[in-house]
């Protein structure tokens, strides 16, 4: 036995496994189960997509049964909220995607002589044809128009997927007014204290949180790069500004995403002062609001290092698809809840992930933090001792 009742791990003769042991046992289950995930991201997606939904919209409840509503009219309420969220998504994505589509033809002949000339300016600098060709391969109206085909096709796709999405939903919402009695007897045999029902609401509030903030200023951001968009003159600036308000939900490079359609389409109508304009607007909008006033709303929600989100972000887009970068941050911080938040010995690792010291005593670890302080005289003490022992010795 070890120190607060936790059992070692051991082998089959009974030997304790090393620390080293225990990590890599643990780094290789880590990777046997999201290769599961990765093999079945068709069904989990759609999955993780609704109960993100369900939980953004579940607080509608709670006024509702305290009026006296009966639970299953709560949960229809519940259920509404949910689906309009997704219809508004599912319009505004509908939209973009086709007046995209649509524009294509019209700008065919612009988007050659804009090739052209960037090619004589780049051969101009000193490049090869063929590697100015080459570079220049995304500006090909064909290029082009299979990246829109792609866009489309994963547009069918996730309208496929609805389907399911709008199943879970229902299932979701239903279940969850069973999750508050559910939640104290999964603490009782899963943690012993009381510790995962504060676990379970502290990582939903901070969900809805993030989701919530991120909408308004995604809001705030689109609405200001489509006015700036429309008065400079670049085309189907509503498109961009939905461009804007999805790629808000992506961590540190959905700037970057939203940004480089309309900074070509403006080369392809005005040349370089256009190009050069609408990035200066994107930088000025998106560097005020998203990188020095967002953060300071988010930051007490999330909890998580810039390193582990931009990795998130990738990580999540790998293993379930492209809407894994948009639920990047929900599902990092589902996995913290899960596998650290529990265990009383992971402080260390949960600051590394970015948690601050209130989340940390706010989340029943303030346990952990009097063990540690405890044991810093012991451990001294102990140290001490073996230093005066060698000096004997020596």
Not at 53 to 75: D, K, T
Not at 217 to 227: H, N, Q, S, T
Request: some cysteine; proline content about 5%; hydrophobic content about 60%.
């Amino acid at each position: 036995m070890t120190g607060h009742g936790a059992t070692s791990s051991t082998d089959g003769s009974g030997r304790a496994f090393g620390r080293g042991s225990r990590v890599l046992i643990a780094l290789a289950a880590a990777v046997v189960l999201f290769v599961g995930v990765w093999f079945a991201r068709d069904l989990l997606a759609p999955a993780a997509l609704a109960a993100v939904v369900v939980i953004i919209a579940y607080p509608v409840r709670r006024p509702l049964e305290r009026a006296g509503w009966p639970v299953w009219l709560a949960s229809t309420a519940v259920i509404v909220v949910a689906y309009l969220i997704l219809a508004v998504l599912a319009v505004l994505l509908v939209y973009a995607v086709g007046q995209f589509v649509a524009m294509l033809p019209e700008l065919a002949d612009d988007l050659q002589a804009t090739a052209g000339g960037v090619a004589d300016w780049l051969q101009g600098l000193g490049f090869s044809a063929p590697s100015a060709q080459t570079a220049l391969g995304w500006l090909d109206p064909g290029a082009i128009g299979k990246a829109a085909l792609g866009v489309a096709d994963q547009v069918l796709g996730f309208a496929t997927a609805f389907f399911f999405v709008l199943a879970y939903v229902i299932f979701m919402a239903v279940d969850g007014a069973r999750f508050r009695a559910a939640s104290a007897a999964a603490s009782a045999w899963m943690f012993g204290n009381a510790t995962a029902d504060r676990i379970a609401t502290r990582y939903f509030t901070g969900v809805r949180r993030y989701y919530v903030v991120n909408a308004t200023f995604g809001a705030i951001v689109a609405v200001l790069d489509g006015l700036l968009l429309w008065a400079v003159g670049v085309p189907i600036p509503a498109v961009w500004a939905i461009l804007a308000f999805v790629t808000n939900f992506i961590p540190n490079i959905g700037f970057v995403i939203g940004l480089i359609p309309p900074a070509i389409l403006a080369l392809v109508v005005g040349g370089w002062p256009l190009m050069l304009a609408v990035i200066a607007i994107y930088c000025v909008i998106n560097v005020v609001l998203q990188v020095l006033v967002q953060p300071k709303f988010v930051s007490d929600a999330v909890g998580l290092s810039l390193t582990l989100t931009f990795f998130s972000v990738v990580f999540w887009a790998f293993v379930i698809g492209p809407i894994g970068a948009i639920l990047s941050v929900p599902l990092s911080l589902l996995v913290r809840a899960l596998l650290l938040e529990p265990d009383r010995g992971a402080v260390a690792l949960r600051r590394l992930t970015g948690e601050g010291e209130d989340s940390l005593r706010t989340s029943g670890s303030r346990d952990v933090h009097d063990d540690l302080r405890a044991a810093e005289p012991e451990s001294s003490t102990r140290g001490q001792e073996e230093s005066d022992v060698v000096e004997q010795e020596a």
